[in-house]
DNA sequence: AACAGCCAAATGTTCGAAATTCCAGCGCCT
DNA sequence: AGGCGCTGGAATTTCGAACATTTGGCTGTT
């Protein structure tokens, strides 16, 4: 184990500070912590065994990414979800993002092709989650679809755009892991998202401008409408039953 | 005693650290602080009279918001300027805010037409800086423009698109504001801008989008031809004659 | 029983100092 | 001369404790 130059070097030039950010914000997109959940010192201090200035400095980021809420002397919540807030994001997100596809269409080279394609590789050889606690396979998979997904927009040379599509994609993928906390995706729909991923990639490298963004448009409205059913389902099950996932 | 709940509250509930955050940002902005100027502890603690602790809390909060770079055990900077950034910079906001304009003309309502009117009469009313020195009568006047750009869009209905637009709005002001040092404006340039605002009010309370959007569109553009041609100038000269600002 | 006011515990905020890390200058070796 | 390593000083990072504010409960009154 001692290989990495890279490894070893961000342990160096990185302080607590930022691991924490990393960490927590992880964690946070996750949905290992739950929305209006207040985040108390103390009780941060001891999971993540890190001192309290750190942790302040993490959570005022954090704060900033408007992944956790603040108000002066009252402390740091994680940052509600709400179905507004789930259109308005998607809407946009769907909009950035066909935007930024459409700029890397224009412009990727054939290394981008050729990471399109190994990033959907590795997303089709991912295996899905099967039951609710599988948290490893779950963060693989979500990581591998990430980087597919980021790597269609990547030869996009907006770095803001890439930073805006960056921020609400991981905005998304948080309502997509606290509400579909069951593997409640039937088979069809499990299909056809792997279509969409194929089919996406496909016209990209064709560069079919219009096709791709078409079908990336669907796929993400396919995924609003599967979080919003659950969380609507959710929103049952909480308010007739309580069944608080922790905490 | 206790009257008053309101100012009473604010001054309360707020902490030195938002406090600081606000303020750190209002100066970088208004280009107090030089792009690539290291912001060293003891220096901020001495000019803004408060400890270290609130300092990295603001700090962190700028990291997140870009405009502050941060590099483990070497402290905060503030962010650079580039003419890449500045293009991409205006390119996006140029798009996001015409978008915000749109839905906002499709939504906006009697009160939103008149608080258009209200803050463009303040911004005609307001005077031009004549000088550089003359930081009052700037802030003024850019805090009127700025909050007639954005009652153009405060009628859209999406909190993220907004908070977007705030923010590349933000960023493209410090630009501005650093760049335009000396009131380099002939009064035609200024007359063609009132002109614009004029016109993107109209069009706009008379719920004309594309004419409103095309305004919009190119009263960005001309501002950034301006800066850029500044940002060039001022290029030329650091490279010739070694004018530190500070530093 | 309901409610205002007050007290104490918990929590958040800020400071000062210790520990760690970077950086520039200097001497030394090749 | 040029490169290398050391060392002293400066800056950052982190911790622990002091300070301030909120919160929840208790008491006494109506």
Same mark, same amino acid.
């Given at each position: 184990?001692?290989?990495? #130059? $890279? *490894?070893a070097?961000?342990?160096?030039?990185?302080?607590l500070g930022?691991?924490?950010?990393?960490?927590?914000?992880?964690?946070?997109?996750? /949905? #290992?912590?739950?929305? /209006?959940?207040?985040?108390?010192?103390?009780?941060?201090?001891?999971? +993540?065994?890190?001192?309290?200035?750190p942790?302040?400095e $993490?959570?005022?980021?954090?704060?900033?990414?408007?992944?956790?809420?603040?108000e002066g002397?009252?402390?740091?919540t994680? $940052?509600?979800?709400?179905?507004?807030?789930? +259109?308005?994001?998607c809407?946009?997100?769907?909009?950035?993002?066909?935007?930024a596809?459409?700029?890397?269409?224009?412009?990727?080279?054939?290394? &981008?092709?050729a990471? @399109?394609?190994?990033?959907l590789?590795?997303l089709?050889?991912? =295996?899905?989650p099967?039951?609710? /606690?599988?948290r490893?396979?779950?963060?693989? &998979?979500?990581?591998r679809?990430?980087?597919?997904? %980021?790597?269609? @927009?990547?030869?996009?040379?907006? =770095?803001?755009?890439? #930073?805006?599509?960056?921020?609400l994609?991981?905005? %998304?993928?948080?309502?997509?892991r606290a509400?579909?906390?069951v593997?409640? $995706?039937?088979?069809?729909?499990?299909?056809?998202?792997?279509?969409?991923?194929?089919?996406?990639?496909?016209?990209?490298?064709?560069?079919? *401008?219009?096709r *791709?963004?078409? @079908?990336l448009?669907?796929?993400?409205?396919?995924?609003?409408?599967?979080?919003?059913?659950?969380?609507?389902?959710?929103?049952?099950?909480?308010?007739?039953? =309580?069944v =608080?996932?922790?905490g």
């Amino acid at each position: 184990m001692s290989l990495p #130059h $890279a *490894a070893a070097r961000e342990d160096d030039a990185s302080t607590l500070g930022v691991e924490i950010y990393s960490r927590l914000r992880r964690d946070l997109i996750a /949905g #290992h912590l739950q929305p /209006g959940e207040r985040l108390r010192f103390r009780q941060l201090s001891a999971s +993540y065994g890190v001192g309290i200035a750190p942790l302040r400095e $993490a959570l005022s980021r954090l704060v900033s990414d408007q992944l956790v809420r603040f108000e002066g002397h009252r402390g740091y919540t994680v $940052a509600p979800l709400s179905m507004a807030d789930l +259109y308005d994001l998607c809407a946009l997100r769907t909009d950035l993002s066909c935007k930024a596809l459409r700029q890397s269409i224009e412009r990727g080279d054939d290394d &981008w092709e050729a990471e @399109i394609l190994a990033a959907l590789h590795r997303l089709e050889r991912s =295996p899905l989650p099967q039951s609710v /606690g599988e948290r490893k396979v779950s963060d693989e &998979w979500e990581q591998r679809h990430e980087r597919f997904h %980021f790597s269609l @927009i990547s030869a996009c040379d907006s =770095p803001r755009l890439l #930073h805006f599509c960056g921020a609400l994609s991981d905005h %998304f993928q948080r309502y997509r892991r606290a509400v579909i906390v069951v593997t409640s $995706a039937s088979e069809e729909l499990l299909q056809r998202v792997r279509e969409q991923h194929r089919a996406v990639a496909e016209a990209t490298i064709a560069r079919d *401008a219009d096709r *791709a963004t078409q @079908i990336l448009a669907e796929h993400f409205q396919g995924s609003v409408e599967v979080v919003a059913r659950n969380y609507e389902a959710i929103s049952r099950d909480l308010a007739s039953g =309580p069944v =608080p996932v922790r905490g």
